[in-house]
């Protein structure tokens, strides 16, 4: 991790301040953006945590929700994502959160933020 890594002793006290950020709509990124450290990512132990909201073209958005750590596994990170969650949302398992793991394996969990389209 670079030397602007934030760390945080555990789930509990990096997701109020993430969630905080990234859930403020001023800070909401485009589609597709990757959200880059400091302010979208933090370091819990081994496992980097990176949380932002992302805007569709079509104006939809999605909370994401990423870790990536060594021997990490999708089950483990669900574990995770129900920590940082528990505090703001009402964690359903299954039911509405979408997971990919991508080539570089971060484990990514995502799920409509907001109901209907935003209007411009």
């Not at 934030?6 to 959200?35: H, I, K, M």
């Not at 964690?91 to 509405?96: A, I, L, R, V, Y």
């Amino acid at each position: 991790m670079g030397a602007t890594q934030q760390r945080n002793p555990n789930l509990r006290d990096a997701s109020g301040e993430l969630l905080e950020y990234a859930l403020n709509p001023e800070n909401w990124v485009t589609f597709g953006r990757l959200a880059s450290p400091p302010s979208y990512q933090r370091q819990v132990g081994n496992v980097v945590v990176r949380v932002a909201v992302n805007v569709t073209p079509t104006l939809d958005t999605w909370l994401c929700v990423s870790f990536k750590g060594p021997e990490l596994s999708p089950m483990s990170a669900a574990d995770h994502l129900e920590t940082l969650c528990s505090g703001r949302f009402t964690f359903t398992p299954n039911s509405e959160w979408q997971v990919e793991i991508d080539a570089r394996k971060w484990i990514h969990f995502s799920r409509k933020y907001t109901g209907p389209n935003l209007r411009a």
